[in-house]
């Protein structure tokens, strides 16, 4: 897999049979190649490749691929064990510092189980025995390539991949539509329902009556917007900036039979104009995401959140009113206090005409092996109805 000069991407290097031998490196993340490679096969043993890659040693592997996705599994095993000899570790004071600590465990064990990579061919296909074909799924993940050429990835990815394909195939229900929405890879699945639940069941602002405006900020898969649809708002403009996201959105709203009320626009947040209704389900926690799809659950310093809520009242019809989906679960992690939410709210100038809560009912809330079960157990998703002052 020696590749030549004319290499337009970041380039893995390794020695392979007393030569050296480079490809190009896919990352989704967008973390660099790694700079120590060994050449692993059906030989190594799980604890040797799990040391290696603790180490910061990737592995690229040229046996069995079952037998790579039998060693990742138990690789995965090792990461996920307790420390051992650690009897006396301090535990956490505050949820702060527990989410602080449980972000930093995922990212070290992120970091260590994608160090086991392996080849692909320029077309997508996997060179190794017993491979499964996942062109189509990689296909979908990277777009067509004009410049084809071989290159190495993550193990961990190629799974994440073809599970979003599926993802994609097979379509998230949601009840609210009576159909499915299918996510592309790199867009959020609506597999969080409750949030759904809220802006369909939410008396809409009278103004809608007479002003069948409305603008989803953020749309991603263009759940939202095909819920406000299907609840009779005549010209629904959703917006994103992700390319990805505006693919999905507009192949569901087609899928839907939408497109004559929903227009799938880039924006920075709000497109031109003002509404009667302005809805966002901006990301819930104020923290740095450590790949693309994180995007979705994390905003570095509210930023999203801060951006709706400013230019909000410059985009609400008089009377109209503006929705902002948001969970809790960062107050009760102590990464934002409802003071500064509120503040934040009135400094945009917007005031609160009410708030509905639900209870979230995904897994996470019952399991109490998790570290910050205590935030989730307690965490609601509310819809805040703000309007202009």
Not at 338 to 364: S, T, Y
Request: glycine fraction near 8%; include cysteine; charge should be positive.
């Amino acid at each position: 897999m020696s590749i030549g000069s004319a290499i337009n991407c970041p380039v893995i290097r390794w020695i392979e049979a007393d030569q050296e031998k480079s490809a190009c490196w896919r990352s989704e993340s967008g973390t660099p190649p790694p700079k120590r490679v060994v050449i692993a096969d059906d030989r190594m043993t799980a604890d040797t490749a799990y040391r290696l890659a603790s180490e910061g040693t990737a592995l690229l592997w040229r046996g069995d691929f079952q037998n790579a996705r039998q060693l990742l599994q138990a690789m995965t095993r090792r990461a996920n064990e307790k420390p051992r000899g650690r009897k006396n570790k301090k535990t956490p004071a505050t949820l702060t510092e527990a989410f602080n600590l449980h972000r930093l465990a995922q990212s070290q064990r992120a970091r260590t189980l994608g160090l086991l990579l392996i080849p692909f061919n320029a077309d997508h296909s996997i060179p190794l025995r017993r491979a499964p074909d996942a062109r189509q799924a990689c296909i979908e993940a990277y777009g067509a390539a004009t410049e084809a050429q071989p290159y190495v990835a993550s193990l961990r990815g190629l799974q994440g991949i073809i599970g979003a394909y599926e993802w994609r195939k097979n379509g998230v229900e949601i009840p609210a539509l009576g159909a499915r929405i299918h996510p592309h890879y790199g867009v959020f699945a609506p597999i969080r329902g409750e949030y759904i639940g809220l802006v369909n069941e939410a008396p809409l602002p009278e103004l809608t009556g007479t002003h069948s405006v409305a603008f989803d900020i953020g749309t991603g898969t263009g759940v939202l917007a095909a819920v406000l649809a299907r609840r009779g708002i005549k010209h629904v403009v959703a917006t994103d900036q992700d390319q990805r996201a505006l693919a999905c959105a507009r192949e569901n709203i087609a899928r839907l039979n939408l497109a004559a009320q929903v227009e799938v626009v880039q924006a920075d947040l709000f497109p031109e104009g003002r509404a009667a209704l302005v809805v966002c389900n901006p990301p819930w926690l104020p923290a740095r995401p450590s790949s693309p799809l994180e995007h979705a659950i994390f905003d570095p310093e509210s930023r999203m959140l801060r951006g709706f809520l400013h230019g909000l009242a410059a985009h609400l019809e008089i009377g109209g009113e503006g929705w902002l989906i948001l969970s809790d679960l960062a107050e009760h992690l102590g990464l934002r206090t409802r003071a500064e939410l509120l503040a934040a709210i009135d400094a945009a100038g917007l005031q609160v005409l009410g708030k509905i809560d639900v209870k979230p009912h995904h897994p996470r809330v019952s399991d109490t092996s998790d570290p910050l079960h205590a935030a989730r157990a307690a965490e609601l998703t509310s819809l805040w109805r703000l309007t202009a002052k």
